[in-house]
């Protein structure tokens, strides 16, 4: 595929995407909506795992920092949205090169049990704290009046909610490709494929590990934090280390060699668990089924197998 037809392609998407409202059920708003932040959410995370080449299992403590802190501001300061939304980046961002300090230090399974372990304290605190997070009820009964920026926006309507959320995501795509693009990205890659040859070459891999780390943590705090107005509620799910799993599988689904890949695995896993929730009660077991055939006899990812089935070209562009 060359780079003028997957231009064409990205802005036919796009375009799509803001007619949805008006070409789709209203239900599928509720869906798309969904299918967005954890879009951005899987793609943080991608920068850690599919740019940087480590496995965390603690990436849902950011999604929940940056839920509650959106939650709290709207809750206690009636702040404008996008003022809360750049509070929970900080607050991801922060959280993060705490946790990464600790866990950049070790590779490789040391480094997994160690974001794991983190991920559990920070569930911990969540669910305990209950003068502040109010514990297992979370945190409701907030309202976003305004979005900022002198916009008279009705923002509790989905449809407009939607356009702002499909807004954000696309502007925090861009800098997270841009990121990926730049050469602070080839250099994560190059940690990624061949840590030892970037060490000799002087370049200090922890530095790098904990600069993405925090990145990452960051894009995954401002995808909580549009996760908090869009269910009404910040609750301690949103940072259990279960949730953790969706954005690893949600990345490997779609191809976490691919920059879309995360938002093409967000869109497959959000839409099965839909459609099968629907049929039947035991949705965990078909959906665990599935996905686990999916990423057996994809390996690539999805996103990959269409690619490598698509003619070559010269001045083809990885997406």
């Known amino acids: 595929m060359n780079l003028r037809t997957l231009i064409v392609l ?20 509720f869906i798309a909506t969904e299918i967005l932040i954890l879009g951005l959410f899987a793609a943080s995370y991608n920068l850690i795992f599919g740019y940087t080449g480590m496995l965390s299992f603690g990436h ?5 920092i940056g839920a509650y802190a959106t939650a709290l501001l709207l809750q206690s300061l009636q702040w ?22 600790f866990c950049v230090r070790l590779n490789e399974v040391y480094f997994s049990m160690l974001t794991l372990a983190f991920g559990m304290m920070a569930f911990g605190v969540v669910h305990q704290w209950r ?25 509790g309507n989905p449809t407009v909610y939607y356009h702002v959320v499909l807004a954000i995501v696309v502007v925090a795509g861009l ?27 002087g370049l200090n891999i922890r530095r790098y590990r904990l600069m993405s780390f925090t990145i990452a943590g960051g894009f995954a705090g401002l995808a909580g934090g549009l996760m908090a107005p869009f269910l009404r509620i910040a609750s301690p799910e949103l940072a259990h280390w279960t949730m953790s799993a ?57 996103l990959g197998a269409i690619i490598d089935r698509m003619p070559r070209s010269k001045e083809g562009q990885q997406p």
């Open 175 to 201: 800098v997270l490709h841009r990121i990926g693009c730049s050469s602070f990205g080839m250099i994560l890659r190059a940690i990624r494929q061949n840590p030892e040859r970037v060490s000799f070459c």
């Open 10 to 29: 990205l802005a036919f998407l796009l375009a799509l995407l803001i007619a949805l409202p008006w070409i789709a059920p209203f239900f599928y708003i």
């Open 60 to 64: 849902a403590a950011f999604f929940g």
């Open 246 to 302: 969706e954005p690893v599988l949600m990345a490997i689904l779609g191809g976490s060699g691919y920059f879309l890949g995360p938002f093409l695995g967000a869109g497959i896993f959000v839409l099965l668990e839909t459609w099968i929730t629907s049929m039947t009660q035991a949705w965990m077991l078909v959906l665990g089924i599935i996905l686990a055939l999916m990423v057996m006899f994809f390996r690539r990812g999805v």
């Open 131 to 155: 003068s502040v997070t109010n514990g297992s009820d979370g945190i409701s009964g907030f309202t976003v009046k305004s979005l900022g920026l002198g916009l008279n926006l009705t923002l």
């Open 80 to 101: 404008p949205l996008l003022a809360c939304l750049l509070v929970s980046l900080l607050a991801g961002m922060a959280l993060a090169l705490v946790i990464g300090f």
